[in-house]
């Protein structure tokens, strides 16, 4: 599975954005696909997670709950993350990736593909 996150930028206090990741080489509908980050000098972090069965739970960070909005449209094999009350602890590389069977509570240690990131930056 191929992934391409796009959708990062500079964005302001309080403003939105709104990430995609599409994927080529496989269906998404088949996976778990998760949303993570990664700040400089901290580890990598799951911000949220769709699951592929709809009996299982959607997975969210706390520090994200209520702000970000996972969602995936399996016509178009792709995955969005809607950001919105950004804040300067949300800046950050984004990555999307999926290839797990399940969420794990946001754990990326289980997701086998990876797209390349994509920057957010919040100012203050």
């Known amino acids: 599975v191929q992934l391409q996150a796009s959708g990062g930028g500079l964005v302001q206090t309080g403003g939105s954005l709104r990430l995609s990741c599409a994927a080529s080489?496989?269906?998404?509908?088949?996976?778990?696909v998760g949303w993570f980050r990664q700040a400089p000098g901290k580890e990598r972090e799951g911000v949220s997670c769709i699951p592929n069965d709809d009996d299982a739970s959607t997975y969210y960070a706390d520090s994200v709950k209520g702000r970000f909005t996972i969602s995936r449209d399996n016509g178009k094999n792709t995955v969005t993350l809607q950001m919105n009350s950004l804040k300067p602890e949300d800046t950050a590389v984004y990555y999307c990736?999926?290839?797990?069977?399940?969420?794990?509570?946001?754990?990326?240690?289980?997701?086998?593909?990876w797209g390349q990131g994509t920057l957010v930056t919040v100012s203050s």
């Open positions: 080489g496989d269906a998404l509908e088949y996976y778990a």
């Open positions: 990736a999926t290839g797990a069977p399940r969420c794990y509570s946001g754990s990326y240690l289980y997701f086998h593909y």
